[in-house]
């Protein structure tokens, strides 16, 4: 199990010796989060596989690198960061908060394989998850990929077009908006289980305009 806080000005943490993927192998969580300008060093770790990673701010960590972020959360508060070269976010969750931006350019599907619900969340004004090439949503029966985008979120995945399992979107007050044009002609839930779409409060609204019916 892997636990690693980094908070302020100056404070390093140095784990440049681990290599390759970085993978929890205990039954409990793991992390690696970075606040108020605190660094933590992993240049050579290039997968994170059940460990959480959270950065806030100016809190510094390298994720160039990376190719794989899996089984946990990946969370930015107020902060702008794009993943270049991660191309898995399997069973990983995603949140932006506070104004931040997190980008996936590289990611083609989300959800998970196994049991469990994702979220996918945009919360406060000027947060931005985008997801500018993912097609594809992944969940086993009676869970989903749930969108989230609330109090001026945003949400962005332009090309999603294929569902092998549940979806769900929620935005919720004004200015949220979780953005799937891509789907076309009638929707279908594919698994057993929930499926919906729901804007409310205050004019909040998705962009969901190509499909004309939804089933389940």
Do not use: C
Request: net charge neutral; glycine share 12%; charged share 10%.
């Amino acid at each position: 199990m892997y636990e690693g806080s980094s908070d302020g000005g100056g404070s390093v943490i140095d784990l440049s010796g681990l290599q390759g993927a970085l993978r929890n192998t205990t039954t409990g969580p793991s992390s690696l989060e970075v606040i108020n300008g605190g660094t933590i060093l992993i240049p050579n770790v290039t997968a994170l596989h059940r460990v959480g990673l959270y950065l806030t701010g100016n809190g510094q960590i390298a994720t160039a690198q990376l190719t794989a972020i899996t089984g946990a959360e990946l969370s930015l508060t107020a902060t702008t960061n794009s993943f270049p070269n991660v191309t898995n976010v399997i069973a990983n969750h995603l949140t932006a908060e506070k104004g931040a931006r997190l980008t996936l350019p590289l990611v083609r599907t989300v959800g998970n394989t196994n049991s469990g619900t994702i979220s996918i969340k945009a919360w406060d004004t000027n947060s931005v998850v985008d997801l500018p090439n993912a097609t594809n949503i992944l969940a086993e029966a009676f869970y989903r990929a749930h969108f989230e985008a609330m109090n001026g979120g945003r949400i962005s995945a332009p090309q999603l077009a294929k569902l092998q399992g549940g979806i769900s979107a929620h935005a919720e007050n004004p200015g949220s908006i979780v953005n799937l044009p891509g789907f076309a002609g009638r929707l279908a839930n594919p698994k057993l289980g929930a499926a919906f779409f729901e804007a409310f409060n205050g004019g909040s609204m998705i962009h969901f305009v190509k499909a004309p019916s939804v089933a389940r």
